[in-house]
């Protein structure tokens, strides 16, 4: 083992977990460093998806206050995509077409692995699963979440050109997004061929 552990505390524990790390690591030169202390914000796992549709060129993007953003220049209520924390014994993709349909109201019908990244590993544990997938947008719209979760979310319909132009011009600021939109900007090509060749 390159890391010895040498104390954890739990300093908060709530809906999220902060734990406080002593411990040290074996340097690149081999040798053992000196003891550290890092604390930990351990929120669990997520998952994420970019609703797409291919034969209307359509996105959905949904809306929704964010409490990491309050002193965001643009303000608390962020554009992003469809997004859920992964419970014990559910998968990535179960999370998606569960929060696909409560944050949007679409049902997923085909999925495309993207990415699984950290987030902020220097203080953080979580992950994200990141797909894109196909959904008919057709009457997509309106307010909707989970309202015993506080949750007040509306739906965006936009065209992939518009939501391509939001990320240009810094309206989308959210990691998930971003990256799910840079991704399609790149592969769109086949992932109309996947879904529309049948």
Not at 31 to 52: C, D, K, M, Q
Not at 149 to 159: L, Q, R, Y
Not at 173 to 189: K, P, T, V
Request: charged share 25%; proline share 4%.
């Amino acid at each position: 083992m390159d890391i010895e552990i040498i104390d954890k505390t739990t300093c908060y524990q709530g809906f999220f977990r902060i734990d406080r790390y002593q411990l040290r690591h074996r340097l690149f030169n081999g040798e053992w460093g000196e003891s550290i202390t890092r604390e930990l914000f351990e929120r669990g796992h997520a998952a994420a998806v970019l609703p797409y549709d291919p034969i209307r060129d359509e996105i959905i993007l949904i809306e929704q206050f964010r409490i990491g953003a309050l002193e965001a220049p643009g303000g608390p209520w962020l554009m992003e995509i469809v997004a859920g924390i992964i419970e014990p014994n559910e998968t990535a993709e179960n999370v998606v077409k569960r929060e696909s349909i409560e944050e949007s109201g679409c049902i997923i019908t085909d999925l495309i692995p993207l990415y699984d990244f950290l987030v902020s590993p220097g203080g953080m544990s979580e992950r994200i699963a990141l797909f894109c997938a196909r959904v008919d947008t057709t009457h997509a719209g309106g307010i909707h979440g989970a309202t015993d979760e506080g949750e007040d979310i509306k739906v965006h319909v936009v065209s992939r050109e518009t939501a391509l132009n939001y990320l240009k011009t810094g309206k989308i600021n959210s990691a998930s997004a971003i990256i799910a939109l840079q991704w399609l900007a790149l592969n769109r090509e086949n992932v109309m061929k996947q879904w529309l060749s049948n």
